[in-house]
């Protein structure tokens, strides 16, 4: 019997110093992640699902998070960075790698138009910079201008495009746009986009060119042989009825320039 009670009085020590250690060790583990230097960023890896990205400038907006500990890294703090420097971001994941890690990965808003802009007058419409050297010559290749899908400016020499994107020709402005900055409204594309797709699915238009005015906030698109005239001062499907209802009245062959949709209960053409 004394043999039975010493026995159960060392088994429950035993078990006190095993919670003891189990908590000691708890505690270690807790501590090493708070406080170790290893838990400390020591590695940012940048993906990114477009090339236009300027890497660069991503790495150096992102250089304050190394010797963050990574328990207290934000994915917030490090999107709101990243914005900063790509404007047309449209989803920033942030990955955590323990021991000391970050993986950032940058999709961006697809391209909706490449963008050709007019030159003020008198401007200087060289395509490069040429570097001579002995007797060779370096041509700096000039960036191409798209339209992005919410509304920016990109000009990039590094695209990766699926399929050929439509051109917007963008005249009549007063200051000259700014890249990554905004250029056209989204609301005013998805009304170009709509007045097209009527004007193609409806009336059997194929409409080759684009022509936005930025300060009249109008804008032509041109089929093969007519250019029909739009702009934001009414509803589309306002100009559009006139359009059907012009139809009503004139043969689409007489018209050998332009219809003017924009103004309010008649239609001008030529």
């Known amino acids: ?17 095993v919670k003891f250690l189990a908590a000691g060790l708890a505690l270690f583990v807790v501590c090493l992640f708070l406080f170790s230097p290893i838990m400390h960023v020591r590695e940012i890896q940048v993906v990114r699902t477009e090339g236009r990205v300027d890497l660069p400038a991503v790495l150096r907006v992102l250089s304050p998070f190394y010797g963050r500990h990574l328990l207290f890294v934000s994915a917030n703090e490090i999107g709101q960075h990243i914005r900063e420097v790509v404007p047309d971001a449209s989803e920033v994941t942030v990955r955590k790698h323990y021991f000391s890690k970050l993986e950032v990965r940058i999709a961006v808003v697809p391209l909706v138009a490449r963008v050709v802009i007019d030159p003020p007058l008198g401007s200087d419409t060289s395509s490069g910079s ?18 992005s899908e919410n509304g920016l400016l990109v000009s990039t020499v590094h695209t990766s495009l699926s399929q050929p994107l439509p051109v917007i020709r963008i005249v009549d402005w007063g200051a000259r746009p700014v890249p990554m900055m905004p250029l056209l409204a989204p609301e005013f594309l998805d009304r170009m986009r709509r007045a097209e797709d009527a004007l193609t699915l409806e009336f059997g238009q194929q409409i080759r060119t684009r022509t936005v005015y930025l300060r009249a906030r109008e804008f032509h698109l041109d089929g093969p042989t007519i250019s029909f005239w739009f702009d934001v001062r009414s509803p589309l499907e306002d100009q559009l009825q006139r359009f059907r209802t012009f139809l009503e009245n004139v043969k689409l062959k007489d018209v050998k320039s332009y219809v003017d949709l924009r103004l309010i209960g008649r239609v001008v053409y030529k």
């Open 1 to 17: 019997r004394r043999f039975r009670s010493a026995l159960e009085e060392w088994m429950a020590r035993a078990k006190q110093w």
């Open 130 to 147: 040429v570097i001579t050297q002995g007797s060779g010559a370096i041509v700096a290749a000039r960036p191409t201008d798209f339209l």
